[in-house]
């Protein structure tokens, strides 16, 4: 049984469509799946599922150095995986367009996910990541296209946080 | 052309970087663009004269495959070469499964495998011992994946790989003799180039 979507993944969709999106690569997170469903049922976007973070880094940059534009989507886990990748937008001024679902901080029930979480947006900004968070579903979309402006417009590389607040409670299994 | 993983490497005949990219480059005649390496893979590759359609990694280990996929998806209609080292390969192996599993018809990975870190004092990699990439890149899905026994096997690979749809990989056995120079070190100049060369205008 599937749940209809939540407006905030639609809503998101829809301005990733506008914004001219052309691939999409992700390592999967429960709190994305909706929106991973409906990127792989878009005709317009080549949707890749990766093996790690890191190899989305490289695909980002081969998307726009081939004349397109990508979003790359992940845990906060697979922040800590890109690190080392994320020096080539920095060197070579590729833009980046991602979005992070937050773990480790509202109401983490495993241990072992704190660490990263909380260093996610420090290590992001200390890459020279613009780190946009949300904390509430109706700030998603304004706040993606907000991104995906200043990283295709202004060759910035920006990521958007979803908190874990805003995406509800995790359990280890999704219906 | 030898398609058998069970010859051991060190049977393999050794050929030269600087030699297979030459003649790589003299089959790319449809403005193919190549994505070389870090280190000596994509240091030989400016050496054999700065092809507009080539992209040189400065850093980013193993990324070379990736970042060729990612071209290959944005411009079906074009050829992609990702040029790679093995100890670079060894580090991302993950993705020839991605590349498995995508299939991108226009996309061929050739590893220039000279069993070291040769330019960190030639310290030995995996292939060194036991691994064999042309095996790996089978087992990830890459089914069109070849050692290339000698320098006329090479550019008979090279040929069949860019005439017909992929995915493909070419593995040959090299030697341990540095590039013949070194790349500028001006990525952005180099990414800006690179687009200019595959018709992308931002």
Known sequence: ?175 | MDTQTSLHHANRKVMNRHDLTRRLVARLHREEAVIGGIGNTNFDLWMTGQRPQNFYMLGSMGLACPIALGVALAQPGRGVVALEGDGSLLMQLNCLATIGAIAPANLLVIVMDNACYQITGAQPTATAARADLVAIAQGAGIANSHWAADEAGFEQLVERCLAQPGPHLIAARIDSQPATGTTERDPALIRQRFMRGIAVTT
Not at chain 1, 12 to 37: C, K, M, N, T, W
Not at chain 1, 112 to 136: E, F, N
Not at chain 1, 157 to 174: C, H, I, N, P
């Open chain 1, 1 to 175: 049984m599937h749940e209809p979507p939540p407006s905030w993944s639609l809503e998101v969709h829809a301005v990733l469509q506008r914004a001219g999106i052309r691939q999409a690569f992700y390592v999967p997170d429960a709190g994305l799946s909706q929106l991973i469903e409906l990127l792989h049922a878009d005709p317009a976007v080549a949707t890749t599922v990766l093996t790690t973070e890191q190899e989305g880094v490289a695909m980002a940059a081969g998307a726009w150095l081939g004349g397109q534009r990508s979003v790359l989507l992940m845990q906060s886990s697979g922040v800590g995986n890109c690190v080392n990748m994320f020096s080539l937008l920095a060197s070579c001024r590729f833009p980046l367009l991602a979005m992070v679902t937050m773990r480790g901080e509202w109401a983490e029930f495993n241990p072992w996910q704190v660490a990263m979480g909380m260093a996610t947006p420090a290590v992001l900004a200390a890459m020279g990541i613009t780190v946009l968070r949300v904390d509430a579903a109706a700030e998603a979309a304004p706040t993606v296209e907000a991104a995906a402006a200043a990283a295709f417009d202004c060759d910035q590389a920006v990521a958007v946080l979803l908190s874990q607040r805003m995406l509800g409670r995790k359990q280890w299994v999704t219906q």
